[in-house]
Nanobody
Framework: QVQLEETGGGLVQAGGSLRLSCAAS????????MGWFRQATGKEREFVAV????????YYADSVKGRFTIFRDNAKSTVYLQMNSLKPDDTAVYYC??????????????????WGQGTQVTVSS
């Protein structure tokens, strides 16, 4: 089994920055692909960014390109999401997710086997 633990959420003003962390433990060999989704109140869970351990590929939702950066520390089995130029529309619960490999359907939440408990990010205007 795999456990994912997120930290780093909070309240920030528009234009500010936050960094989220997600540490994997347990069978981390099953988490070559790790990323972030978010879910705002009353909306469906949506893809934010993902990183593949193999090859170092990263993918982003159009809504966060140029503002968010995903990166990882392989030695710590941890993935980070640096969020800059935050907007009120970024307010959501952010979830860390992991699966064996990213593949071509990395934007699809049901394809991920492991999930963190979520961390709230609130951006005030």
């Amino acid at each position: 089994q795999v456990q994912l633990e997120e930290t780093g959420g909070g309240l920030v003003q528009a234009g500010g920055s936050l960094r989220l962390s997600c540490a994997a433990s347990g069978r981390t060999s099953s988490t070559n692909c790790m990323g972030w989704f978010r879910q705002a109140t009353g909306k469906e869970r949506e893809f934010v960014a993902v990183s593949s351990w193999r090859g170092g590929s990263t993918y982003y939702a159009d809504s966060v390109k140029g503002r968010f950066t995903i990166f990882r520390d392989n030695a710590k089995s941890t993935v980070y999401l640096q969020m800059n130029s935050l907007k009120p529309d970024d307010t959501a619960v952010y979830y860390c997710a992991a699966r064996l490999n990213c593949g071509t359907n990395y934007q699809m939440a049901p394809q991920y086997n492991y999930w963190g408990q979520g961390t709230q990010v609130t951006v005030s205007s």
